[in-house]
């Protein structure tokens, strides 16, 4: 199956889209096209995470859970919205963490490309959602393939930092060695749930710090 994807990401995921599994996510979303379903992101945009940030170029991992599924916002970077979208609530206060952390003011959008581009991987579990119905391709077989991403950044790489943030996240520190990485976990970003323990985690200084201290180039968080 030819899956337009980055090609150190196709060469590592390979055996991945070539299983069964893979295929039904295909014949999903084709079958749901033909129903005139409205898929978020756009098809051009669902692997842009990994388009975005090359396999070798990965140094931090942040994931998200479903992209957004309001016209406009998703485009393939977990918590990031496209440039002219009004910034949703948990990346508000993603934003509000990143002023009392390291200082940087307010962005005048909510598009994180440029941390996609600092080796940033922004990974959502699933990487496609039916417009306004949340949740609506968690079962479609994504978390399979993206339980395989995140093994496979865990087992071929060191070093890297995963911000976990929220329970649904932190079920993934299963897969990964904290004798290789650095795991930082917290609260989701969610209004629901920012104030106990997400905002003042100080997680951005926090994976400078780590990587720093191995010899890699910090992220430049301003955007």
Known sequence: MDVQIEASWKEQLKEEFDKPYFSNIVNHLKTEKEQNKIIYPPGRMIFNAFNSTPFDKVKVLILGQDPYHGPGQAHGLCFSVQPG?????SLVNIFKELQTDIGMERPKNGDLSKWAAEGVFL?????????????????????????????????????VVFLLWGKFAQEKAAFIDESKHHILKAAHPSPLSAHAGFLGCQHFSKTNQYLMKHGIEPVDWKL
């Not at 979208?85 to 609530?89: E, G, H, I, S, Y």
């Not at 990974?123 to 093994?151: C, Y």
């Open 123 to 159: 990974l959502n579990a699933s990487l496609t959602v039916r417009a306004g119905e949340p949740m609506s391709h968690a079962k479609i077989g994504w978390a399979q393939f993206t339980d395989a991403v995140i093994k496979k950044i865990a087992e071929e790489k060191e070093h």
């Open 85 to 89: 979208v009004p910034a949703p609530p």
